[in-house]
């Protein structure tokens, strides 16, 4: 999945240049390029699909000329994952009806790749013999909200499986105050936004959950491939319902399995997750710049690619980033907000 515009690291990720095709880390490689590298060691090339804007089809060439132009499916409008995930099934399903699929975010930081493709690789197993939605669940360390939160059903793994467990409740993107309280009972994990299931068991789910859109996705199975596929698209996604996975179906459905791991897994989704990544000086401050002069600044992000001079004085817990035509200074603490700001900048356009 290749199609969202990565708002909250705005205005460094724009909707013309989102952060999945950024280097933010500075690796020499940029996040979908690592998402592509890392699954190349347990998937075939072929094996591979990019969903992703019409938009950005130049950039994924680009980035990974290694895919064929077949398989880059290309979105007229952007509706969130759960159309992305209905197409690409759909798509899938006239290639290998049994097929099992990894879904994955293509903005992820991952650090131990060999015991992430390890749980990749249990996974899979899990769901070929099961009817069952996993999802990798990550250790929780601090309230965010941007994220998914599911809760176990019991300590007691599932079979012979020490880490997978049956999910209990399942809910996307909690206010404050409720992943405060799914931090303190430490029955919680994050949701990774990385999923396992066998084709089967995803177009049963969206049947059940979201039938609108899989009724929408399976009137085209005859057009992919062959060229009314294009008008076919444009017509579907603008009758489209604009859902997330999460939301359509995850949190809904009672066949939801969850696998919790640890492999230094980071969704940098926003400014605040790159800081808690990210390596601090001795004032708790993230600085990426060559020009800057702090004073009394305490647990700041600044991250400023130009060359202009910059003076912060007895600034604390603040995100300050600059891109060409924009200046940004938010309190860490309402970085969620930013998505609303690039909202309104869009509108006032
Ligand atoms: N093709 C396509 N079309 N891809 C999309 C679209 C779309 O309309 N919208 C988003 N994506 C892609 C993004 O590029 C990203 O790779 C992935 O789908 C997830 O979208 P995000 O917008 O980054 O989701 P999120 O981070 O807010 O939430 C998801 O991931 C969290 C962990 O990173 C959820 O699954 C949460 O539950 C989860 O905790
Ligand atoms: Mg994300």
């Given at each position: 999945?290749?199609?969202?515009?990565?708002?909250?690291f705005w205005?460094?990720?724009k909707?013309?240049?989102?952060k999945?095709?950024l280097?933010?880390?500075g690796?020499?490689?940029?996040?979908?390029?690592?998402?592509y590298?890392?699954?190349?060691k347990?998937c075939?090339?072929?094996?591979?699909?990019?969903?992703?804007?019409?938009d950005?089809k130049?950039?994924?060439?680009?980035?990974?000329?290694?895919?064929k132009?077949?398989?880059?499916?290309?979105?007229?409008?952007?509706?969130?994952?759960a159309?992305?995930?209905?197409?690409?099934?759909y798509k899938?399903?006239?290639?290998?009806?049994?097929?099992?699929?990894?879904?994955?975010?293509s903005?992820?930081?991952?650090?131990?790749?060999?015991?992430f493709?390890?749980?990749?690789?249990?996974g899979?197993?899990f769901v070929?013999?099961?009817?069952?939605?996993?999802?990798?669940?990550?250790?929780?360390?601090?309230?965010e909200?941007?994220?998914?939160?599911?809760?176990i059903e019991?300590?007691?793994?599932?079979?012979?499986?020490?880490?997978l467990?049956?999910?209990k409740?399942?809910t996307?993107?909690?206010?404050?105050?409720?992943a405060?309280?799914?931090i303190?009972?430490?029955?919680?994990f994050w949701?990774?936004?990385?999923?396992?299931?066998?084709?089967?068991?995803?177009l049963?789910?969206?049947?059940t959950?979201l039938?609108?859109?899989?009724?929408?996705f399976?009137?085209?199975?005859?057009?992919y491939?062959?060229?009314?596929?294009?008008?076919?698209?444009n017509?579907?996604?603008?009758?489209?319902?604009?859902?997330?996975?999460?939301?359509?179906?995850?949190e809904?459905a009672?066949n939801?399995?969850?696998l919790?791991s640890?492999?230094?897994w980071?969704?940098l989704?926003?400014w605040?997750?790159?800081?808690?990544?990210?390596i601090k000086?001795?004032q708790g401050?993230?600085?990426?710049?060559?020009?800057?002069?702090?004073?009394?600044?305490?647990?700041?992000?600044?991250n400023?690619?130009?060359?202009?001079?910059?003076?912060?004085?007895?600034?604390e817990?603040?995100?300050v980033?600059?891109?060409?035509?924009?200046?940004l200074?938010?309190?860490k603490?309402?970085?969620?907000?930013?998505?609303?700001?690039v909202?309104?900048?869009r509108?006032?356009k």
């Open positions: 999945m290749a199609g969202g515009i990565g708002s909250r205005p460094l990720s909707s013309n240049m989102p999945q095709f280097d933010i880390l690796t020499g490689r940029t996040f979908i390029q690592q998402t590298d890392r699954f190349t347990i075939p090339n072929d094996n591979f699909f990019i969903v992703t804007s019409v950005y130049e950039l994924v060439m680009e980035q990974l000329p290694e895919l132009e077949s398989q880059i499916l290309l979105e007229p409008l952007r509706r969130s994952t159309p992305c995930i209905a197409y690409a099934s899938i399903q006239k290639i290998n009806p049994k097929a099992n699929i990894i879904v994955s975010s903005d992820h930081f991952i650090q131990q790749e060999d015991a493709l390890e749980e990749i690789r249990k899979i197993e070929s013999k099961n009817d069952a939605l996993l999802t990798l669940g990550i250790q929780p360390n601090r309230p909200t941007g994220y998914g939160y599911i809760q019991s300590n007691r793994a599932i079979e012979s499986v020490a880490n467990h049956k999910v409740t399942f996307e993107k909690p206010d404050i105050e409720l405060k309280i799914f303190e009972s430490g029955e919680f949701n990774s936004g990385i999923f396992i299931w066998s084709l089967p068991s995803i049963k789910a969206f049947n959950h039938s609108s859109i899989s009724e929408l399976e009137r085209g199975s005859r057009l491939g062959t060229s009314d596929e294009i008008p076919f698209l017509k579907t996604y603008s009758e489209c319902q604009n859902i997330s996975i999460d939301y359509g179906i995850m809904k009672t939801v399995y969850v919790c640890d492999f230094g980071s969704d989704g926003t605040g997750s790159l800081y808690e990544n990210s000086d001795n401050n993230v600085v990426t710049g060559k020009n800057v002069m702090l004073y009394g600044a305490k647990d700041c992000i600044v400023m690619p130009n060359e202009k001079l910059v003076v912060l004085h007895g600034l817990g603040y995100i980033v600059e891109s060409e035509e924009t200046l200074v938010c309190r603490e309402d970085e969620q907000q930013i998505r609303q700001f909202n309104d900048v509108m006032n």
